[in-house]
Structures are given as C-alpha cells and as structure tokens.
C-alpha cells in the first residue's frame, strides 16, 4: 500500500482544531453529566465560564469565515476574489448546470437538517429536554463540522454527491447549522449565535448566486484536485481516488 505523502500545513492545523474541538464538547459532556446546571444560561444567574468560551468558540469560528484573509480550507475561501483561478473558456452552460444540481443537493440538505432539528425543538418546548440538553447538542454539532470536513461527511455521501469539501456548496452552512438548537431558546446567548450563523449563511448565499464560477470546479482551478495543495481529503471516507493505495 502506497505511503501517504507528509500532511500539508493546513491539514496540520485542521487536525489541531478538530482535537480542540473534540476538548471543548468532551468538556461541555462532562459538565451535563455532573453539572447541568452550569449550562443553563435562563436561570437568571451570570453566565458560567464554560458557557461563555463555549460562545466565544462557535462565534469565533464563524467570524473566520467572514475574513477573506482567514488560513481556512479553500472550500470555505472559493467565496471571495483572491481563491478564483479562471478556469480558460469554461461552458456558461454547463456551468448553470452544475449550480442547478448543487442547489437541488442543498436543499435535500436544508429539508433533512430542518425536520431533524425541529424534533429537538418540539421535545424542548414540550419540557422533555431543557436548556443543558441544547447546548450540549451545539457542541456535539461544533465538533462535528469539522468531522464532516476530515473524515466522514453524509451530507456529501448520501444528498449532495461532491467529489470533496472544497467543491462543497454548503461549506459555509455549518455556521447556522452548528447554532441550530439555540434557536428554540428565547435568550440573547443562543439567538446571537443564531443571528451571526445567519449572517454567514446570507453572505456565501449572496456571493454564490452573484458569483458562481468561483463554486464550481470547471470554472475555478483552484477546486481542481491539479490544483490543490491542500489534502484536507487524505483521511477521509470515502476514499479519495488521490489517497488510494
């Protein structure tokens, strides 16, 4: 079996944030488990600390995104100007294409997302789950995002059909997804969160409708696997045909 070539610098630094993120949610666990009440930010007391450095890690991940100078993964960056690489007479049509099929995988996405999550907030308004359960539900999701990134993505496996997350149509979407169950909770901790998430969604929405040559990898040469210097793909499954022994 072929020996895997030295992780490049970005997949170093994603392998470091996805084990601080696994930190953060095995901490937030273990304070559900032996103090939930450290994470119920209703209760009319002063925000905990585990609380508030968990908003500041999912604010702060989001906030990234809106940096075009961010040292993020291109599958995020392919918004702005300085990640396109024109691809020479690349077909408009097939182009508009390729965007009609990445919407209809983003809205099978959207609808699964949605109805999934809407259950927890039915089970949080009819009190079956509280606060803590929510929060704990973030962080699981906060790590997630970048597990989907790393290693195994069934959004990109079974609904979107992508050859890889650079040439993701919904990279930018873990913002609001990660804040999802914060918004059952009426409370400016959670609907800041929301709001923010929001603001990311609407801002890649806004360039990916504007801009699509810059999502699709027949128009930008930098989402080419040619092209990529990357190798955020090399652990991931299924397989990359690049990582292939």
Same mark, same amino acid.
């Given at each position: 079996?072929?020996?895997?070539?030295?992780?490049?610098?970005?997949?170093?630094?994603?392998?470091?944030?996805?084990?601080?993120?696994?930190?953060?949610?095995?901490?937030?666990?273990?304070?559900?488990?032996?103090?939930?009440?450290?994470?119920?930010?209703?209760?009319?007391?002063?925000?905990?600390?585990?609380?508030?450095?968990?908003?500041?890690?999912?604010?702060?991940?989001?906030?990234?995104?809106? $940096?075009?100078?961010?040292?993020?993964?291109?599958?995020?960056?392919?918004?702005?100007?300085?990640?396109?690489?024109?691809?020479? $007479?690349?077909?408009?049509?097939?182009?508009?294409?390729?965007?009609?099929?990445? $919407?209809?995988?983003?809205?099978?996405?959207?609808?699964?997302?949605?109805?999934?999550?809407?259950?927890?907030?039915?089970?949080?308004?009819?009190?079956?789950?509280?606060?803590?359960?929510?929060?704990?539900?973030?962080?699981?999701?906060?790590?997630?995002?970048?597990?989907?990134?790393?290693?195994?993505?069934?959004?990109?496996?079974?609904?979107?059909?992508?050859?890889?997350?650079? $040439?993701?149509?919904?990279?930018?979407?873990?913002?609001?997804?990660?804040?999802?169950?914060?918004?059952?909770?009426?409370?400016?901790?959670?609907?800041?969160?929301?709001?923010?998430?929001?603001?990311?969604?609407?801002?890649?929405?806004?360039?990916?409708?504007?801009?699509?040559?810059?999502?699709?990898?027949?128009?930008?040469?930098?989402?080419?696997?040619?092209?990529?210097?990357?190798?955020?793909?090399?652990?991931?499954?299924?397989?990359?045909?690049?990582?292939?022994?």
């Amino acid at each position: 079996m072929r020996a895997l070539p030295k992780p490049t610098k970005l997949t170093v630094r994603y392998l470091r944030s996805v084990t601080f993120r696994l930190a953060v949610f095995l901490f937030v666990a273990a304070l559900f488990l032996w103090a939930p009440d450290w994470l119920d930010f209703t209760a009319g007391k002063p925000l905990t600390v585990p609380l508030v450095l968990l908003w500041l890690a999912v604010a702060c991940s989001m906030l990234a995104q809106l $940096n075009p100078k961010s040292a993020l993964t291109a599958g995020c960056m392919k918004q702005y100007p300085n990640r396109f690489d024109p691809v020479a $007479n690349y077909s408009r049509q097939s182009l508009k294409e390729a965007v009609r099929q990445q $919407n209809r995988g983003a809205l099978k996405v959207a609808a699964v997302w949605l109805t999934g999550n809407l259950v927890f907030g039915i089970l949080y308004w009819r009190r079956t789950i509280g606060v803590a359960e929510l929060v704990l539900l973030c962080a699981l999701y906060y790590l997630c995002d970048l597990i989907c990134v790393l290693f195994f993505c069934p959004f990109q496996t079974f609904l979107m059909g992508n050859r890889c997350c650079v $040439n993701c149509r919904i990279f930018a979407w873990g913002s609001w997804m990660m804040a999802t169950p914060m918004a059952f909770i009426p409370h400016w901790f959670s609907w800041s969160l929301v709001g923010l998430g929001l603001v990311v969604l609407v801002v890649w929405e806004v360039r990916f409708r504007r801009y699509p040559e810059r999502f699709w990898f027949g128009s930008n040469k930098l989402l080419q696997c040619a092209h990529c210097q990357e190798q955020l793909c090399r652990y991931k499954f299924p397989r990359s045909p690049r990582f292939r022994g």
